[in-house]
């Protein structure tokens, strides 16, 4: 893997959402506020101000504050509740708050909480926004073993991107090498790649991965006659390079010039450009197609049979 000049910095751990607690306020405040419209619910007893931007990334932050406030047990987020306190991409924003505890819950289990049994070691859990979290080798595992191996590249990537080297990932995977998911998690994290800027970049080299096709580079670098550029992924060898085009690429006027100039000169210069947008990543059939028909045909197949679901 390349280093691109000004290549955007790993994301930072996320900053934590402020809630207003129902035991902070009597019941006719909470019921006021909520009538009014300057509070929403995001938990049991958990309120978020209106004003607070309503993404999907950050009810679910919310709703793992208000977990933490309500739990008097020890407790460790973990999983993609963690991911997101670390500030990881997810493909799939989740809709319930994973974390490990000793114990078994009481009669009123929350269904919004999802409680694996047991406790990670000392050295695998820490602080993250002042919140007890699995360590980003961890995470990435723990998401490796739990999710579908297109999300989880988005995880494992994202974190080898921040500094979690892929030797801790693989030494955790191997202190239970035939728990479950455990020859998916580690197929993922073989297959991670630090290069990757973008959980699209991540889901199209998945699909290449899927299709048997070798395993691309990322940020490649291009010289020509007019300047250095560099793409997403691809293959060296053979002068074939993909592009992830996202809308906001474009949302300065001048972009869609200087991108332009930019794929004549990598054209002029000998190599084979495939544009990729949201809409190819749906169609993932078409877009292997297209790939295929610039590779040599003596290109390896490789089979990997983790990476077969999506």
């Given at each position: 893997m390349a280093v691109r000049p000004r290549s955007p910095v790993p994301t930072a751990p996320a900053t934590l959402p402020t809630l207003h607690l129902a035991h902070d306020h009597?019941?006719?405040?909470?019921?006021?506020?909520?009538?009014?419209?300057?509070?929403?619910?995001?938990?049991?007893?958990?309120?978020?101000?209106?004003?607070?931007?309503?993404?999907?990334?950050?009810?679910?932050?919310?709703?793992?504050?208000?977990?933490?406030?309500?739990?008097?047990?020890p407790h460790v987020f973990s999983h993609d509740s963690a991911a997101l306190l670390w500030g990881l991409p997810l493909w799939t924003v989740p809709d319930v708050v994973h974390v490990y505890q000793r114990h078994r819950p009481g009669a009123r289990r929350d269904p919004t909480t999802r409680r694996h049994l047991g406790a990670p070691a000392v050295a695998a859990v820490t602080l993250t926004g002042g919140l007890p979290a699995t360590t980003l080798a961890l995470t990435a595992v723990d998401c490796a073993r739990a999710m579908t191996p297109r999300a989880a590249l988005v995880v494992v990537d994202a974190a080898l991107r921040a500094g979690?080297?892929?030797?801790?990932?693989?030494?955790?995977?191997?202190?239970?090498?035939?728990?479950?998911?455990?020859?998916?998690?580690r197929a993922v994290v073989l297959l991670g790649d630090a290069g990757a800027e973008s959980p699209q970049e991540s889901a199209l080299r998945f699909l290449l991965l899927r299709a048997g096709m070798p395993q691309p580079e990322t940020q490649v670098r291009i010289d020509t006659p007019v300047g250095t550029f560099w793409a997403d992924l691809g293959?060296?060898?053979?002068?074939v390079v993909l592009e992830y085009d996202g809308r906001p690429k474009?949302?300065?006027?001048?972009?869609?010039?200087?991108?332009?100039?930019?794929?004549?000169?990598?054209?002029?210069?000998?190599?084979?450009?495939?544009?990729?947008?949201?809409?190819?990543?749906?169609?993932?059939?078409?877009?292997?197609?297209?790939?295929?028909?610039?590779?040599?045909?003596?290109?390896?197949?490789?089979?990997?049979?983790?990476?077969?679901?999506?």
């Open positions: 009597t019941s006719q405040d909470v019921a006021r506020r909520l009538r009014g419209g300057a509070w929403r619910r995001v938990g049991r007893g958990a309120y978020l101000a209106t004003e607070v931007e309503a993404t999907a990334r950050r009810t679910a932050l919310a709703h793992i504050v208000a977990v933490h406030s309500r739990l008097t047990a979690a080297p892929r030797a801790e990932m693989l030494r955790l995977l191997a202190l239970d090498p035939t728990g479950r998911g455990s020859a998916r998690a293959w060296e060898r053979w002068r474009y949302a300065d006027p001048d972009a869609l010039i200087r991108e332009k100039r930019r794929h004549d000169a990598l054209v002029e210069a000998g190599w084979r450009v495939i544009r990729v947008t949201k809409e190819d990543l749906a169609r993932p059939a078409q877009l292997v197609a297209r790939v295929e028909r610039l590779l040599p045909q003596d290109a390896p197949h490789i089979r990997r049979p983790h990476m077969r679901t999506m």
